[in-house]
């Protein structure tokens, strides 16, 4: 017998290997399988006009995703509020937001595939015991999102405490992502009830950034959060300042929502469409003190969403691309080319090898990405003393569109025709194109945003009226009594 053959115990160890390095080979494949499949899909669905060599979305994304029905209570009052009427009137019910951030991010992980982006959104979030609050995060990270919080800010640093660390005191989170919406438009905030300007409001976004700042340094905790503001005509001009005067804080991104004829009809307000994108667009090119590019990177449609992603070097804010430049949309190729997929989710070492392997595969990224990063370093300015301050900051519009065009697109889209009138060609290339859309698993669709506020959260408020109907306080009964005597 040769000295060479296999015995039981080598075949196993063999078996044993050749499994491990399938697994390994798998783990760091730089596009999963599923992945690749569900970028192809979304891919597929959107219009031939949108699929440019820019497009993030069917690429690099599915798009981002929000819940919906968990929890329609908010606080304050704005103007604009793209909740239907009765939103109010839903208590908040732990056990009812989390079944339905469950099923709904489910639903989401199985057509979208793992690593999207996902906002916990409903009326205001920190009105959720922060026990649930965190419950509802952690259910998402379950299903492969990255989650992100929707609130006004309006609480104190002891809820975001208590969100961050369990009942140990050990922080159950390693980072939190927040999207801050303050704006003029918004009223009830206890420290500025009815604000004027956006000045009045500057001392509460220092106040909301300092407190993902103090969690960092208390409790190693670290943040990514986002300052929102609906822009109307009487608070337009005062975007430059808005940015000029916070973009030192910790925000790492500025987003700028036109206002739309959308939700609350009684908060409407004359004179949403007196102004363009192109104008809200200047506005914030003058905050950040230069052009914006935002068509070298595209995600969506350009009519709902501009992006400029970069970082302020000192006090000069460089972007990552310029799309009058030849040289940075072939890096952009490269760069698309080489690391297909979504290869932001999974552990460190995960991702790394992911690189790695995409390195290997196409070499020429490297000395791509080498000349990319010596224009950004000119850009800047050069290497120099500004390079000790570098906060990587992005500038987002995105523009809702009037509920009207969306209810007579959706009512086309879901009878299968095509609408003839171009308003409604163009309102449904946006619906296709839609980056922000709503998991619904009772359907097996996934709703764009536009149509979640236009046509379907009245009827899914009404209904939770009936199953959580809000308490009233003893003041709000005696004015309802009050009203029917009258």
């Keep these: 017998m040769s000295i060479f053959s296999a015995t039981p115990r080598t075949s196993t160890a063999r078996a044993s290997l050749t499994r491990v390095l399938g697994r390994l080979d798998a783990a760091t494949q730089p596009v999963r399988p599923e992945v690749a499949a569900a970028l192809q899909k979304r891919w597929n669905e959107l219009p031939e006009a949108v699929r440019t060599d820019a497009q993030l979305v069917g690429r690099r994304s599915t798009g981002c995703e929000g819940t919906h029905g968990v929890f329609p209570q908010c606080n304050l009052g704005c103007r604009p509020c793209y909740h239907s009427t009765d939103a109010n009137q839903v208590r908040i019910d732990g056990p009812h937001t989390l079944a339905n951030v469950e099923a709904q991010m489910a639903y989401a992980r199985e057509v979208r595939g793992p690593g999207q982006f996902a906002q916990l959104i409903g009326g205001e979030v920190s009105l959720l015991d922060p026990d649930d609050h965190a419950a509802a995060l952690a259910a ?177 804010y460089v972007p990552v691309l310029d799309d009058q430049d030849p040289r940075d949309e072939h890096v952009r190729d490269e760069f698309f080319a080489a690391f297909p997929g979504a290869l932001g989710y999974g552990p460190l070492p995960q991702r790394a090898a992911r690189i790695a392997r995409s390195v290997f595969r196409q070499p020429t990224v490297v000395p791509a990405i080498a000349g990319w990063a010596r224009r950004f370093v000119a850009r800047s300015g050069g290497l120099g003393p500004a390079w000790r301050n570098v906060h990587p900051t992005t500038f987002v519009m995105h523009r809702f569109m009037d509920a009207a065009d969306v209810s007579a697109a959706w009512q086309h889209m879901d009878a299968g025709t095509t609408p003839t009138e171009q308003r409604l060609v163009d309102t449904t290339e946006r619906l296709q194109a839609c980056v922000y859309s709503m998991p619904h698993p009772e359907t097996g669709q996934m709703v764009p945003a536009c149509v979640q506020h236009s046509v379907l959260d009245p009827g899914e408020n009404t209904a939770l009226v009936k199953l959580l109907p809000r308490r009233r306080s003893a003041r709000e009964r005696i004015k309802v009594g009050a009203s029917a005597e009258g």
């Excluded at 405490?161 to 919406?181: M, N, V, Y």
Aim: charge should be neutral; hydrophobic fraction near 35%; aromatic fraction near 12%.
């Design 140 to 316: 998402m990270h379950r299903h492969d999102r990255n989650p992100m919080s929707f609130s006004h800010g309006d609480f104190d640093y002891e809820y975001l405490e208590q969100l961050a660390l369990g009942p140990d005191g050990k922080p159950r989170f390693a980072h939190l992502s927040f999207a801050i919406h303050i704006d003029t438009t918004m009223v009830g905030r206890r420290a500025v009830r009815h604000p004027k300007t956006e000045a009045d409001l500057n001392p509460e976004r220092a106040r909301v950034a300092a407190m993902f700042d103090r969690l960092r340094s208390e409790h190693g905790v670290t943040s990514y959060v986002a300052h929102n503001m609906t822009v109307t005509p009487d608070n337009l001009d005062e975007v430059p300042d808005v940015i000029a005067m916070n973009r030192h804080l910790s925000y790492r991104m500025f987003s700028f929502q036109p206002a739309a004829y959308i939700g609350h009809e009684r908060r409407w307000e004359p004179g949403y469409r007196g102004f363009g994108d192109d104008d809200v667009w200047a506005r914030v090119e003058a905050g950040a003190g230069t052009r914006l590019p935002f068509r070298g990177l595209q995600f969506g449609d350009v009519r709902c969403n501009r992006s400029t992603w970069g970082a302020f070097v000192g006090d000069r």
